[in-house]
């Protein structure tokens, strides 16, 4: 059923590809706009899903496997869309996240050989209907990316996924690309090497292709 609602826009890319600049740029002109706006992330965005991403983060997981990470992303998914996500937009807001279903499909899909079944049944649980009007991936070089990572976060204190070995960046970047060409309406790729002002216009162009605004000032949002 179609209703009136807000906009999910979900961000992704690699390691240092640019996302949390650009989501606090984007973030800024719609309000400006007018717009109601929530920035959130992943893993996190409400306080069950705060506590998941510190074990996932930190490696506490990693012992357990890919198949536990996977399912500790899906709980905190859950928690996150149900707390947070699903009343935002039921109030209209225009929700921004850093990361979201698509960074499962890539770290603990494509990149860590986990069944598709098993991941598109964690996925269907995980999002219970809620899934994104627009995804921008931001895509960057891998060298480029973890330099980028690396200067942001220090080198001495890399988190669970800016560790792992270049080779395994290039696979998720390849993944994300990939992504991009098989769900064109949905997902956008954008140039990450471009100045921050040429990325935040083109981010710009593709929200505003989505977010369709009649003379009332509202949007009719899909039915999902």
Not at 2 to 22: H, N, P, V, Y
Not at 30 to 56: C, F, N, Q, Y
Not at 93 to 102: A, E
Not at 156 to 174: G, I, L, N, T, V
């Amino acid at each position: 059923m179609s209703q009136d609602r807000g906009c999910f826009i979900t961000f992704e890319g690699g390691e240092g590809a640019g996302k949390s600049t650009q989501i606090d740029r984007l973030a800024s002109v719609l309000r400006r706009r007018g717009h109601d706006v929530l920035v959130t992330r992943e893993p996190g965005g409400s306080p069950g899903a705060e506590a998941v991403r510190h074990v996932l983060l930190s490696s506490q997981a990693e012992e357990f496997g890919v198949r536990m990470e996977a399912m500790l992303f899906a709980a905190a998914r859950s928690d996150h869309v149900e707390e947070v996500i699903r009343p935002a937009l039921e109030e209209g807001t225009v929700v921004l996240c850093d990361r979201f279903l698509d960074s499962t499909r890539v770290y603990q899909g494509v990149a860590s050989n986990l069944e598709p079944q098993f991941l598109a049944n964690l996925e269907r649980i995980a999002v219970n209907g809620v899934t994104p009007d627009l995804t921008l991936i931001l895509d960057v070089p891998t060298e480029i990316g973890l330099a980028r990572a690396r200067k942001r976060g220090g080198a001495a204190h890399p988190d669970r996924f800016e560790k792992e070995e270049a080779s395994m960046h290039q696979k998720r970047r390849e993944a994300f690309r990939e992504l991009a060409q098989k769900e064109p309406q949905r997902c956008k790729l954008i140039d990450g090497t471009l100045g921050e002002d040429a990325v935040a216009l083109a981010i710009l162009e593709e929200v505003d292709r989505v977010l369709q605004t009649g003379d009332d000032g509202s949007r009719s949002a899909r039915s999902h």
